[in-house]
């Protein structure tokens, strides 16, 4: 069955410091990945995701990840955290069957940001 | 454009009462989803539907019923709440066909005391 693992329930970062929360993930086939971002008593929001092709996938907001096969790996980046990108992010991977697609989510990382 | 829209936003319920969850849908989507959310556990699927008329089990469906009463609405129903079912809830909804991403609403905050 897939899973993702999300290395780090909180993550503490700098303003204007590099931002970089991990994700892995196992599956049987090649997956779909996604990254979302849930800010304060809000739903969640996609920020990027990875279906097919170029493996370094770019979002909104600056955000970045690349998809590693050889790694099993889908890391969310940002060159230069800014007070705003605190939130909670959350890696998913999408489960295809006959057609049929449903999300698996990790655990999600808190990114504290400090001025 | 509402996209998915949840009601209630906030409820509070004693153990034992019953309540429905309501979702809808306006982006035209064959599947739905209805997820828990729970601190250091990320979201857990509890029910989802494929397309009008069906409906499966997720990982923890314990608790729950659902209806997909057609394509654009999709309730959850707790019979006999328990405060073990104090959560976040999100519904969700995709189209597949497209390899597009699933979009939420905006949650049900459920206390059960």
């Known amino acids: 069955a897939q899973s993702v693992t999300q290395l780090g329930s909180h993550v503490s970062v700098s303003e204007g410091a590099l931002v970089l929360l991990r994700c892995n993930y196992s599956s049987s086939v090649p997956p779909y990945l996604f990254w979302y971002v849930q800010y304060p008593n809000q739903g969640l929001q996609l920020l990027l995701k990875y279906t097919t092709g170029a493996t370094l996938v770019k979002g909104i907001n600056g955000f970045e990840a690349e998809f590693k096969k050889s790694e099993t790996s889908f890391h969310l980046t940002k060159p230069s955290a800014h007070m705003s990108d605190a939130a909670e992010y959350f890696c998913?991977?999408?489960?295809?069957?006959?057609?049929?697609?449903?999300?698996?989510f990790g655990t999600g990382t808190r990114l504290l940001v400090s001025p | 454009n509402a996209g998915v829209t949840q009601t209630p936003k906030f409820q509070v319920l004693k153990t034992g009462q019953s309540m429905t969850l309501q979702c809808a849908q306006d982006m035209n989507h064959n599947s739905m989803y209805w997820y828990r959310q729970d601190p250091g556990m990320g979201l857990r699927l509890i029910y989802y539907?494929?397309?009008?008329?069906?409906?499966d089990k997720g990982e923890v469906p314990n608790g729950y019923n659902v209806s997909r009463l057609n394509k654009r609405e999709f309730s959850l129903r707790l019979e006999s709440a328990a405060p073990s079912q104090t959560s976040v809830y999100f519904c969700?909804?995709?189209?597949?066909?497209?390899?597009?991403?699933?979009?939420f609403g905006q949650g049900t905050r459920l206390t059960v005391v």
């Open positions: 539907s494929a397309s009008e008329g069906t409906t």
């Open positions: 998913a991977v999408s489960l295809m069957n006959t057609g049929f697609q449903k999300l698996v």
């Open positions: 969700a909804s995709s189209d597949e066909r497209l390899n597009t991403e699933a979009f």
